[in-house]
DNA sequence: CTTGACTCTATAGTAACTATAGAGTTTAAA
DNA sequence: TTTAAACTCTATAGTTACTATAGAGTCAAG
């Protein structure tokens, strides 16, 4: 199949898929007389495969990873056990910047009503005055 | 002051300054004899505002907006307040994409143990051969 | 008068795409 | 058979908010 095909069949964009042959993520192809890449079902399987972990917001650098160790059957599960675990704790630390921030926000927000004017901006003010003016 | 003493009293890269400068968060200042930025109280005033904004995660345009709406005092509060609530707004969906990403993540985590090798990786397996394979 | 610390501009790199431009290829209808 | 539409190719630039150079100029102290 040709490469918008593929793109159809993963609902991946073709500039997308071009890319991820750049980055490595998915081998060169054969070509066709007209130099038109050229898919099978293998390629539909790992494109496949790419979505789902950018899905869990691996990184292409992880996803690399991820398809070499595929390629060493034998080897052991730590590496990708690892990889899972430090992504799941990325993941906790941002969740926990991100409420913190959230309330930060809500606090801000309370600070003005809708008729005020832009001088007398509760948000404004806080954010100029904080702590660097009035002691 | 010199950009040097400006970034120390901010906390804040000497190129970040510059780059502020050429996206318009920062007005062009005087310059020296030697044509070397000269900044003021002022100065170190918005660069400060600009820093809290950005904790709050608020993105240079959205900082610019602000920035222009302080220099109309007159003007109503509205596009503030609304710009504060689209951004908790933003926030808040974030959180949840993230806390769902989390779960997701910690179940696959659970599909495997340390003691295996890829061949029976559990995450690997369930990436691979989710809604594709087996009918 | 030279050394070192500072500053200047311009340019490239980061992540993961997205969006062109300008050219060639293939398929189908007219 | 011509021609038009639809597809593909490469190469390049843009996105965000910086960071990191290179190569040159400025300034103060010793
Ligand atoms: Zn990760
Ligand atoms: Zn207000
Ligand atoms: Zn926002
Ligand atoms: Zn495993």
Redesign the interface.
Known sequence: MKIGELAKKTDCSVQTIRYYEKEQLLCTTQRSDGNFRLYDEAA??QL??IK??R???LSLSEIRQ?LT??R???????Q??RM??T??QQ??T??QE??Q??E???V??RS??????????G??QT??T?Q??KR
Chains 1, 2 share one sequence.
Do not use: Y
């Open positions: 539909v399987e496949l495969f789902l972990c899905n869990l917001d991820l160790l595929k060493s059957p034998g080897a052991q599960c730590d990708v056990n899972m675990d992504h799941i993941v906790e941002r969740i991100l409420v921030l959230r930060h926000l809500k801000l927000r003005c009503s809708s008729e005020r004017t832009i001088e007398q901006c948000i404004l954010l100029t904080n660097h003016q």
